[in-house]
């Protein structure tokens, strides 16, 4: 079966402070990855997907970047954290299915960064 | 631009009885629709989707209707149970490989 991880599960950072959120999938091969991130009250907003090694689209320009060094694993980033960067990061994946490709994505368990 | 909406930010119904979530969209563009629920601090659960081409689809006691010429789709939820109480958030997509635009939830609480 196959299982995603994130970490770490909590951070608490200062402003001007770099960033960076890990996730990994098992399990699966090739998989689709996203990242959102759901602010207080607010529904979860996407931030970045991948369909492969190296490829990235970024849907909001904002101070965070996204990577994918290797298939199953998808990192967030950034340089300098503003307080607005506070929230709950969430990892995706969604898999490839052949031609019945499915739309469904899997969430991981989560990072609540706090920006101070 | 919020182009999925829950419009409702809570809803409380007794145990047994049914709830029904209501989300509207606005892009014409998205083909496929989702719902999820959500525990505080844990990540979205998938939990059942449907796509433009039916109108209906139904899992155990979850079902999702869609109204496309309104834009509109529901779940529900029938029996309701205490267990899923919970915030449910519906979702859309345009693509496959893209990733899903979400609505800002709905507190759904179910009293014994």
């Known amino acids: 079966s196959q299982t995603i991880h994130q970490w770490p599960a909590t951070l608490v950072q200062p402003v001007g402070s770099p960033l960076s959120l890990e996730c990994t999938v098992e399990?699966?091969?090739?998989?689709?990855l996203y990242w959102y991130r759901q602010a207080a009250g607010r529904g979860l907003q996407l931030l970045f997907y991948s369909v492969g090694i190296g490829q990235i689209s970024s849907e909001v320009p904002q101070n965070l970047s996204a990577s994918r060094p290797q298939d199953r694993q998808f990192i967030l980033s950034s340089k300098k954290l503003l307080l607005s960067d506070s929230g709950f990061y969430l990892c995706?994946?969604?898999?490839?299915?052949?031609?019945?490709?499915?739309?469904?994505?899997?969430f991981g368990p989560g990072t609540r960064l706090t920006v101070t | 631009d919020q182009q999925v909406k829950q419009n409702s930010p809570s809803l409380s119904v007794q145990e047994g009885r049914i709830s029904i979530l209501n989300c509207d969209y606005t892009?014409?563009?998205?083909?496929?629709f989702l719902w999820y629920k959500k525990y505080p601090a844990e990540g979205p659960t998938f939990l059942i989707s449907i796509s433009s081409i039916k109108d209906k689809n139904e899992d155990g006691r979850f079902t999702v209707f869609l109204n496309k010429s309104a834009k509109h789709l529901s779940l529900h939820i029938v029996p309701s149970q205490p267990g899923d109480s919970a915030v449910y958030f519906c979702a859309a997509s345009a693509a496959f490989f893209m990733g899903l635009t979400f609505g800002e939830g709905t507190q759904l609480t179910v009293n014994p």
């Open positions: 399990g699966t091969s090739n998989p689709n």
């Open positions: 995706a994946w969604r898999p490839l299915r052949g031609t019945a490709s499915s739309y469904e994505q899997y």
């Open positions: 892009n014409s563009m998205f083909d496929y």
